[in-house]
């Protein structure tokens, strides 16, 4: 889901439509006159959202009902995102495993507890929908964390025996008429990372081979699911990629699609999904260096650079150092900058990575207005995030490969263009 921001101005009693293009049902969240509202939405419904002075909406319209239930539920700090925090609190500082459990148990059961309180005032076609959503939720929740706890913040959980698969299968897999929905679509690529976990890593090299990614995707995706869900999974993963890790990216993977449909909506969405398109001006920055020097953009101008993107708390980013490092060293007295930019950290915890992984690169810091500004303008929705830049500060490839991956190679290629 994208997250548009509109800044307008309503005259009292006037009205402005929004419309949203959705395919399948799903919930939306959307903040209003600094309210927010989490709205669900099917195909062709249409509703209508009435603010008052009190602070109080009053909703009208196809899915009125369903609408008003969820405004309740956010007064009541039962909302999706105030559930969520309570789940991320858990997954965070709860080390004792049962006891995380238990917790994301509970907050599955306050949710189908309230279902069942408000369902008077509910369609029944709804409630025994949002039953099976939520089931779905659970599950990808928990997946998710105990993932989570274990790559990033190292927590040993101790699993029950067959817990996973217990977990997993607690859920039908094949589901139509989830497609599209976004906790059912997180629940098939956490269940694809566990049946794949030892066969690759995004942003991993494959057994050694020089295949995108997106060739064994599809080859993986292919043997997990099956007709319409199949298709739309796997054009779930390739946008996600897309946002990511656009090297990975084979248009041979477009012959996987069994759907015409899907398939031309992917070809569409590749060449729609780029934010920072070749030949843009490189985004301008004005930050500091490890010596408290201000540094801008402008500076590197003559140079092909390339900027990585990291912060203290991503392990893929620490991963990528060393092989920063030795660019560094490759193109030293050559017209090569390689940049790296802190964003989400402190400034001491930032001089402390300098220090601790002996970073030779152009080191820069991004505060919090800054590391705003620069996930936008270069479109950071993860990190490690790299841009390739020539020498005329013009972008080469956004989301590019990283140092790990052969970058190097297209910094080759610029430095014999540049000297043509």
């Not at 495993?97 to 148990?105: A, G, L, S, V």
């Not at 490690?384 to 989301?399: A, C, Y």
Request: glycine share 4%.
């Amino acid at each position: 889901m994208e997250v548009a921001i509109v800044d307008t101005l309503v005259n009292p009693k006037a009205g402005i439509d929004i419309d949203l293009k959705n395919h399948s049902m799903d919930y939306i969240h959307l903040a209003i006159n600094q309210q927010s509202v989490d709205l669900f939405l099917i195909p062709s419904s249409l509703d209508t959202l009435t603010f008052l002075e009190n602070d109080s909406i009053v909703f009208s319209g196809d899915l009125s009902p369903i609408n008003s239930f969820l405004f309740q539920n956010a007064k009541e700090k039962l909302s999706f995102s105030q559930l969520n925090h309570v789940t991320a609190m858990a997954t965070h500082g709860e080390k004792d495993f049962n006891r995380f459990n238990e917790i994301n148990d509970s907050v599955l059961i306050i949710q189908l507890n309230n279902l069942e309180l408000k369902a008077p005032q509910l369609p029944s076609w709804y409630i025994d929908l949002e039953k099976e959503r939520l089931h779905y939720s659970a599950v990808a929740n928990k997946l998710n964390s105990i993932s989570y706890r274990k790559h990033m913040l190292n927590f040993e959980d101790d699993l029950p025996p067959d817990f996973l698969e217990d977990l997993v299968n607690s859920v039908p897999l094949d589901n139509e008429k989830f497609i599209g929905e976004s906790r059912y679509m997180l629940f098939l690529h956490e269940y694809t990372n566990l049946k794949n976990r030892e066969k690759y890593e995004t942003k991993v090299k494959v057994e050694g081979s020089e295949k995108p990614i997106s060739i064994y995707m599809a080859k993986e995706i292919d043997q997990l699911f099956t007709g319409n869900v199949k298709d739309a999974f796997l054009a779930y993963r390739l946008s996600m990629l897309l946002e990511s890790s656009r090297y990975e990216y084979d248009s041979t993977v477009l012959e996987d699609f069994s759907d015409n449909q899907m398939r031309n909506f992917m070809k569409e969405y590749f060449y729609s999904s780029v934010a920072l398109k070749p030949g843009t001006k490189m985004p301008y920055f004005y930050l500091v260096n490890q010596k408290g020097e201000d540094v801008e953009s402008n500076d590197y101008l003559g140079n092909i650079v390339l900027i990585n993107f990291w912060a203290d708390w991503c392990k893929p980013c620490i991963v990528e150092f060393p092989h920063e490092n030795a660019l560094v060293e490759k193109y030293k007295g050559k017209p090569v900058k390689i940049i790296n930019i802190n964003i989400e950290s402190k400034p001491e915890r930032w001089k402390e990575y300098i220090s601790k992984y002996g970073l030779k690169m152009d080191n820069l810091y991004a505060n919090e207005i800054w590391t705003k500004n620069l996930k936008t303008k270069y479109d950071i929705t993860g990190i490690p995030h790299s841009v390739l830049l020539d020498w005329n500060g013009n972008v080469v490839e956004n989301k590019t490969k990283p140092a790990s991956r052969g970058i190097d190679e297209l910094i080759d290629e610029l430095l014999r263009k540049m000297e043509l």
